[in-house]
Nanobody, 125 residues
Framework: QVHLVESGGGSVQAGGSLRLSCVVSGITISTHCMAWFRQAPGKEREGVAGIDSDGFASYADSVKGRFTGSKDNPKNTLSLQMNSLKPEDTAMYYC???????????????????WGQGTQVTVSS
């Protein structure tokens, strides 16, 4: 059985930082495209960062220069370092996985078949 478990969310003031983690079991992340998504109330789920099997990360324009995605293959763990947080970053954050060495189309949630339950990030002004 595949499990993705996110942690590290919380409440911070604008300009602060958080580091999200996603511990994965049941699949080997080194052979999967991994991604972080977020969903704010009343909005569609949007891709934040996609990380391919080589560890190369791509980002949504809204988070470029502020967020850094990484993976630790031996620990089978995905991370998202979020700096300079803004109120508009407030959302539930999810990690996701799909079997593919590449991350083409990572921005599309429909391309992923494994999901975590999410961790809430709240940024106050």
């Amino acid at each position: 059985q595949v499990h993705l478990v996110e942690s590290g969310g919380g409440s911070v003031q604008a300009g602060g930082s958080l580091r999200l983690s996603c511990v994965v079991s049941g699949i080997t992340i080194s052979t999967h495209c991994m991604a972080w998504f977020r969903q704010a109330p009343g909005k569609e789920r949007e891709g934040v960062a996609g990380i391919d099997s080589d560890g190369f990360a791509s980002y949504a324009d809204s988070v470029k220069g502020r967020f850094t995605g990484s993976k630790d293959n031996p620990k089978n763990t995905l991370s998202l370092q979020m700096n300079s947080l803004k109120p508009e970053d407030t959302a539930m954050y999810y990690c996701a996985a799909v079997w593919s060495p590449f991350c083409r189309g990572w921005e599309d949630a429909g391309n992923f078949n494994y999901w975590g339950q999410g961790t809430q990030v709240t940024v106050s002004s």
